[in-house]
Structure formats: C-alpha cells, structure tokens
Nanobody, 124 residues
Framework: QLQASEGGLVQAGGSLRLSCAASGRTFSDAPMGWFRQAPGKEREFVAALSRSRGNRYADSVKGRFTIPRDYAGNIVYLQMSRVESEDTAVYYC????????????????????WGQGTLVTVSS
C-alpha cells in the first residue's frame, strides 16, 4: 500500500528527493513518516508529518531535510539536502493511524503501514 521511489547514489553536500505513494487507503488524516536503517544499526526516525499535528524531525536532519506532502495525491516526500555520509541508509516510508498522538510520530512501532526500503548511498 506504500510504494517508495528508488533511492540512489548522491555526493556529499548534494540533494535527493524520495517519494512514497499510498494506494488502497488514504492517509490524509494520519501521520506519514520516514525512517532509516544504516548498516549494523537499528532503524531510526527521520521525519514525520501530520496535517493536524504538524511535523517532527530527528535532530540529525533538522535544517537539512524536509517532508512535504501532497495530501490530494496521497504522496509523502523526503527532500534531502546537504547530505552527509552518515545519511547512507535504507529509507522506509510509513503510515500511521488517525489516532496517533504527536509524541508517537517518531516511534516506529506506532506505524501500521510500511513501504519497501530504498537505499540511499552518500559518497564523499
């Protein structure tokens, strides 16, 4: 139900945009987010956005990443700028429920729907 775009290779300092399209259900009233998992590390929160609750960002990406949403098209994006080698990871989009509270938006287990992972590699 969540289909993420291809990641890719990007040079350090460059930009990349990921997209995630939802089908089969609408997430217009629910948070959608992005998580990532680097080799040998646990999955971590990146960013999330809810129309009613606003957005949240991990400290590591604040000021560099944004999470635009196309509510009509049921698409969430992750706009990555000034990428760093530490951003290399498999990125996952996720969709939550309408009842998710703001404090849960950064918690992976609070999300019910997941897209397939997409690899982003940052070269130095």
């Amino acid at each position: 139900q969540l289909q993420a775009s291809e990641g890719g290779l990007v040079q350090a300092g460059g930009s990349l945009r990921l997209s995630c399209a939802a089908s089969g259900r609408t997430f217009s009233d629910a948070p959608m987010g992005w998580f990532r998992q680097a080799p040998g590390k646990e999955r971590e929160f990146v960013a999330a956005l809810s129309r009613s609750r606003g957005n949240r960002y991990a400290d590591s990406v604040k000021g560099r990443f944004t999470i635009p949403r196309d509510y009509a098209g049921n698409i969430v994006y992750l706009q990555m700028s000034r990428v760093e080698s530490e951003d290399t990871a498999v990125y996952y989009c996720a969709g939550g429920s309408r009842t998710m509270i703001y404090s849960s938006m950064s918690i992976a287990t609070a999300y019910n729907y997941w897209g397939q992972g997409t690899l982003v590699t940052v070269s130095s």
